[in-house]
């Protein structure tokens, strides 16, 4: 599997700490198991990411997924036909290494793997950023949020004093934000772990979709019209609504990807636009790419049919393919000082350049 250089943590810098309701002093946050898991940030500028070549771990997979489905007291069911499936029994940590090639494979396949009762969350920095590595380059995000020594595992933290309120949605009528993850970079992001480490009560959900079944959906004539079209995704808007300007790490870049993007494993389309971050297809005027657009997120967000809602309870990992969905977190819970919490972590291995192959199957699986 080809690499990428990211620029690493300056040792010579000190990592700063978010403004969260937990004091990160040992002494008052030995209450809290997962207070080395808050967020820092580096102050200063990085050097953009450059294009690398990436070779999928699904394509060596066994395409029967002998090692993974046949794991012993493992099981795997359905979620939906479309999208998502639910395994017990099987502790990603203790994965071989055919095990995670053939991972990759069914988050290809299936949108999105949920597992139950993970003892993920506790291995530890060193171990659960091995286990990112497996699919490849770990992403750095770009806003700054990171594990302090851990630049590749990103916190997704909210608390009463550390983003209690969202400014990407203040003025929405709803919390729902769907996207791809970072679908400016030039590389977009592959195959992804995400896990609690602290929920509500109630509410802080995720949800996803799947684009693939989304593209199946449409006729065959209009998706004939929709390949080779291609549009710019940009992290401009999202860097404009940031609190702390100060901790970017890389300036916002803008980038053009194709409206229907293969998946190098599967060799399935899916649509590659995303309200959160699409801004226009190049080959259409304005107007017309504005209609084009809007026909595409409301057919791909409000189509319950390729949908599911992840309910996060302690031990709950996901294992999502970014290339074939999007997802929403939803902002429904109420915010109490000193006591609620939802902290999260992502890591993000980034993949191929996205690219529409006209030999491709146009189906999904």
């Known amino acids: 599997m080809a690499t990428q250089t990211i620029s690493p943590t300056d040792a010579s810098k000190e990592q700063l700490k978010f403004e969260t309701s937990v004091d990160y ?14 967020p820092h940030y580096v102050p200063g500028l990085q050097p953009a990411l450059e294009e690398f070549q990436h070779e999928d771990v699904g ?64 291995v530890g920095p060193e171990r659960q950023r091995e286990f990112g590595r497996h699919f490849g380059p770990l992403h750095v995000h770009q806003m700054g949020s990171q594990v302090e020594g851990y630049p590749e595992l990103l916190p997704v933290y909210r608390d009463f004093t550390s983003g209690a309120v969202d400014n990407e949605i203040k003025d929405n009528v709803s919390s729902i934000k769907w996207h791809t993850d ?34 199946n959906a449409l006729s065959e004539d209009f998706r004939e019209r929709l390949h080779g079209l291609t549009a710019n995704h940009s992290g401009f808007s999202q860097a404009k609504v940031a ?51 809007n026909f595409l997120y409301n057919h791909i967000e409000h189509g319950q049919d390729w949908h599911i809602r992840v309910h996060w309870k302690p031990g709950t990992v996901v294992v999502y393919d970014n290339r074939v969905t999007q997802h929403s977190a939803l902002r429904d819970f109420n915010v109490k000082e000193g006591e609620t919490k939802r902290h999260m972590l992502r890591i993000t291995p980034q993949a191929e350049k996205p690219y529409f192959d006209g030999e491709a199957i146009r189906g999904g699986q």
């Open 25 to 38: 002093e040992q002494n008052k946050v030995r209450d809290y198991e997962y207070a080395s898991y808050l």
């Open 59 to 122: 394509l060596r997979a066994d395409p029967n997924k002998t090692s993974l489905l046949t794991a012993p007291g493992s099981t795997f069911e359905e979620i939906t036909p479309a999208i998502g499936t639910e395994v017990h029994g099987l502790q990603l940590s203790s994965l071989t290494s055919a095990q995670k090639d053939e991972l990759a494979l069914l988050a290809a396949e299936r949108g999105i793997v949920v597992f139950k009762d993970q003892d993920f969350a506790d």
């Open 182 to 215: 970072m679908s400016y970079e030039i590389n977009g992001i592959g195959t992804t772990i995400f896990y609690s480490l602290s929920t509500p009560k109630s509410g802080g959900d995720t949800l996803y979709l799947s684009t693939t079944a989304a593209y």
């Open 243 to 293: 609190d702390h300007r100060e901790r970017y790490i890389r300036e916002p870049i803008e980038t053009v990807h194709p409206v229907v993007r293969t998946h190098p494993v599967t060799k399935t389309n899916s649509l590659y636009i995303n309200r959160l971050y699409t801004r226009k297809i190049q080959e259409l005027k304005n107007q017309e790419s504005e209609t084009l657009l």
